[in-house]
């Protein structure tokens, strides 16, 4: 036939019609005609293929229906007694299997009175105006006497759906916007520096919202490269894992809260069980494994993490609009039926045109633990609704993007979305439910466009992130088979799902009652960008952060060390250190590279942040050494320096307190911190942090990925920063620490400039002390820089009184110069601004010069009062 509505054999044996009847159930049409067994009776062997015993072609005819009674339990099943046949060897058979076929169909439709389907009929169809099979023409309806046929034909969409304005062939290509990475002038670039330092060559405090001048690009980037983004197909065979559960296959799905759920037909009812690999799997809740009682027909339930808690929610699409309501996923809750607490949400999306049944899909398409609302259309192109609620509320929102895919496959049910590479981009996150003995991870991994072949191989795209966010490249992978190979089997029995916990989805094949086989994913992928490995950092301690960019598996930094220049073509000069190369072997993976001052002084540490744990490994960077033949550098290894908290992807390094080291700060669910202060001394041998409760900041409720700490207002202190991912728009809590409260809310401080929050970066790249908004190309790592600058900088300076400065001395007597303590401090309150509200700023501000010399520094206490008056003290330390 034509299509998969339909499916019929010419001259071919129940067995036959049993083994190839393929798709046309899994249509779940509303009537089934089921004519057979006259070829079963035929005389000669090689037509009826099984033999042509009436009894045993009965019973094969049995078997069928049974298959159709399991697939399509609401069908209306017409099953006909086969017309008579004027063969005299073939006559006596028929007759006797027609006598059988009556008591096929009561025996099964006894067994289905209590169940929701009593459709199940015997139709007689009756040939006794002719001792032929069949009539011949002259008693057949004569062709063209049929001229008005009731109603109209049925829609066909080559199975799209019509529903909801039927496949959409009109989604238009990605647009990735244009790049906010723009040459400007040399002229431009040195009037944004004066402009954002005041013509200062001393950091200074901006006592209000800071103000943004775009520089341009001031960087070509092009160093390292970019990964190829082809995967390298590596399937481990694990065999059998979960024996079945005596269901359908097609029913069973396997989903991120570590279980497998099965939608009931007919009402949505799920059953849960857990994946204990590699122990067996075990039933969940207290009514034989029953977690959700369901609240619709099986083709109409969803199930996706829709709020990033690492639970996937239970949702009901309404095929007419696309709408969709969700029940919200608690996990086990002893007081709640079944033991699973699930709540009714309401309604999280109004629908779209042409998302249905058939077209819609919810992948997490930009990698940040929140499904989305995609929908499929005509050639698979893909016209796609970000996500961007909070991370575990409910206030689901939906941004529309557009298209985000031309499409590359005719037949949609083709495509799958599935993770091949493991390229989270926000890291994953351990949850914990109420009950100890359940876990859950909110993994954050970009979904890839695959395609299956008919005997399960897949090909398809990965998803490269671009510089809009949730709008990738597709990278193609090839031909047919380029992913995995496949196993001969159909591709409606096998899943894409993570079932080992390394991030990437494994391949399964779902059998008989249920049962799952495994291949492991093992494959990879070099699927690094320029971005990944870009870092701002004070290398060579001239105050300045330095563009450092480390190799994706060395951790090597090349580092460029800048500063302004007229001469260089953009207006900004860079000058590599050790002519270019590397500065260090490197000792971890990029993702693993942090860096931070731990010793206080003025150099930016390596720092080896393990992913797992949280735990901190610090290299100390002592600077030049011209004896270190390689790399010119030289870092000493001091060790773990804490034990960490949690996860890596949770932590930031920045200083909280003002003192010149950077602190521990760990992120929880919401945001919260936990911040443990750097009391690092060559002379501790203990602890190396300490507990800060005081300057805990209470959480925004958004992406931990989306959270920075970093001194926006250039008081020596990080503020909470928040970037959005969807258009780099920022806003800042400013740390007034000592002070109560510590975080004050500063307003949303940048409108964004035209790329993903997730290529936006903080630098100080000018005397200012303030850091700077630098967006990156995720592909060429060039930079544009937007200048941290503040309104009234010029202010009278009154004469400072060396008799309110107090002298604290130590280490063997030696003092600093009080001149040059006098020229910091008046420098630093100039720029500072003229306040006349009174005492307006306490702080602790660092002066690199060495003072005598050697390996002391000092550091200044302020206070400023009314016209830019001050009192300061200092303490000089080693």
């Known amino acids: 036939m034509d299509d998969g509505y339909f499916g019929a054999w010419s001259g071919k044996t129940i067995q036959y019609i049993s083994d190839n009847v393929g798709s046309s159930p899994e249509h779940r049409p509303n009537v089934i005609l089921l004519a057979a067994g006259t070829k ?27 298959k ?13 007694m086969i017309i008579n046949t004027c063969n005299d060897d073939q006559s006596p058979r028929t007759k006797e299997f027609q006598k059988l076929i009556p008591e096929v169909v009561k025996s099964r439709k006894g067994d289905w009175e209590t169940r929701a389907c009593r459709r199940l009929y015997v139709v007689l169809v009756l040939n006794e105006r002719s001792p032929r099979l069949h009539p011949p023409d002259e008693q057949r309806i004569p062709k063209g006497s049929i001229k008005d046929p009731e109603g109209s034909d049925p829609s066909r969409d080559d199975g799209a759906g019509g ?30 520096i004066d402009w954002a330092t005041g013509g200062q060559k001393r950091s200074a405090s901006c006592p209000d919202n800071p103000q943004w001048k775009g520089a341009g ?22 065999g059998e894992v979960a024996s079945g559960l005596g269901w359908e296959n097609r029913y069973v799905r396997l989903h991120d809260m570590n279980g497998d759920g099965k939608a009931d037909p007919n009402n949505g009812e799920i059953r849960c069980w857990l994946n204990n690999l590699p122990k067996p799997w075990s039933p969940v809740g207290n009514n034989n494994s029953i977690i959700g009682s369901g609240a619709g027909p099986s083709k109409t339930v969803y199930l996706a ?91 689901v929102l939906f941004e529309a993007m557009g298209g985000i895919a031309t499409g590359a496959v005719s037949d949609i049910s083709k495509l799958v979305f599935a993770d091949m590479n493991g390229d989270r981009r926000d890291g994953m996150t351990l949850l914990f439910t109420p009950d100890p003995r359940f ?49 001969h089997k159909k591709p409606s029995e096998i899943r894409l799902a993570y079932m080992d916990g390394d991030g990437k989805d494994d391949y399964v094949f779902i059998g008989d009652h249920g049962a799952l086989f495994v291949w492991y994913n093992r494959g990879s992928a070099e699927d690094n960008i320029r971005r990944d490995g870009i870092h701002f950092a004070d290398v060579d301690g001239d105050g300045l952060d330095d563009y450092v960019r480390h190799d994706p598996k060395s951790g090597s930094p090349i580092v460029i060390n800048k500063g302004t220049n007229s001469a260089d073509p953009l207006g900004w000069g860079w000058s590599p250190l050790n002519a270019g190369n590397p500065i260090t072997s490197g000792a971890a993976p990029t993702s693993q590279v942090v860096e931070g001052d ?49 996860p890596g992807h949770r932590v930031r390094i920045a200083d909280i307190d003002g003192d010149g080291r950077d602190d521990y700060i760990y992120l929880k669910d919401n945001g919260d911190t936990t911040i443990y202060r750097n009391i690092y001394s060559a002379d501790n041998k203990g602890n190396k942090y300490e507990p800060l409760p005081d300057a805990d900041a209470s959480g925004i409720g958004q992406s931990l990925g989306e959270i920075q700490l970093v001194d926006i207002n250039g008081d ?61 190309d995720p592909e060429q790592g060039s930079i544009a820089a937007w200048l941290n600058g503040f309104a009234n900088p010029d202010v009278n300076l009154d004469t400072p009184d060396p008799s309110k400065n107090e002298e604290m001395c130590y280490n063997s007597g030696q003092t600093s110069s009080y001149g040059k303590i006098e020229a910091a401090a008046e420098s630093f309150c100039r720029n500072l601004g003229d306040d006349k509200k009174g005492p307006v700023f306490s702080d602790f501000y660092k002066e690199a010069k060495k003072t005598p010399p050697g390996n002391y520094h000092f550091i200044i206490a302020f206070e400023v009062f009314e016209g830019c008056k001050w009192t300061f003290s200092h303490d000089e330390w080693r």
């Open 40 to 66: 079963d009776m035929h005389p000669k062997g090689s037509t009826s293929t099984e033999g042509n015993d009436p009894k045993q072609a009965s019973e094969r005819l049995g078997k069928l229906i049974d």
């Open 217 to 238: 690009q001031i960087a070509i980037g092009s160093i390292g490269h970019n990964g190829d983004w082809k995967y390298k197909k590596n399937w481990v065979e694990q």
């Open 163 to 192: 529903a909801n304005g039927g496949i959409d062939k009109n989604i238009p290509a990605p647009n990735w916007g244009k790049s906010p990475i723009q040459v400007t002038s040399k002229k431009t670039v040195a009037n944004t």
């Open 598 to 646: 731990i010793d206080s002084d003025g150099y930016d540490d390596y720092l080896d942040l393990d992913p797992q744990t949280g735990a901190l490994k610090a290299y100390l960077n002592k600077g030049e050494d011209k004896g270190t033949e390689r790399y010119g550098w030289r870092f000493e290894l001091i060790g773990e320096i804490a034990p960490g908290l949690g």
């Open 716 to 776: 020596g202190k990080a503020d909470y920063v928040w970037i959005r991912k969807l258009d780099g728009r920022v806003h800042v809590w400013f740390n007034d620490y000592p002070k109560k409260p510590t975080w004050r809310d500063g307003g949303e401080v940048a409108e964004g400039y035209g790329t993903s929050g997730a290529n936006i970066k903080y630098a100080k790249l000018t005397t200012s002390g303030r850091a700077d908004y630098v967006a990156i």
């Open 305 to 395: 993490d829709m709020n990033a808690d690492g639970m996937n929610g239970y949702m009901v699409v309404n095929e007419k609009d696309g709408s969709v309501r969700i029940c919200w996923n608690y996990g086990p809750d002893d007081k709640w039926e079944n033991r699973w607490k699930f709540v009714d949400g309401g309604q999280i999306a109004s629908g779209v045109p042409h998302a249905n049944l058939k077209t819609l899909r919810f992948p997490d398409i930009n990698g940040d633990g929140r499904a989305d609302y995609v929908y499929i259309g005509q050639g698979g192109s893909l016209k796609y609704h970000m996500n961007i609620g909070s991370p575990g509320g409910q206030d």
């Open 68 to 80: 159709m009674i399991k697939t399509c339990p609401d069908a209306t099943i017409l099953v006909a």
């Open 439 to 487: 876990m859950f991870y909110c993994d954050y991994r970009a979904r890839d466009y695959l395609i299956w072949g008919n005997d399960g191989g897949l090909t398809g795209f990965l998803n490269k992130p671009t510089k809009r966010e949730g709008v990738p490249i597709y990278v193609n992978q090839g031909p047919a088979k380029t992913i995995a190979n496949g196993i």
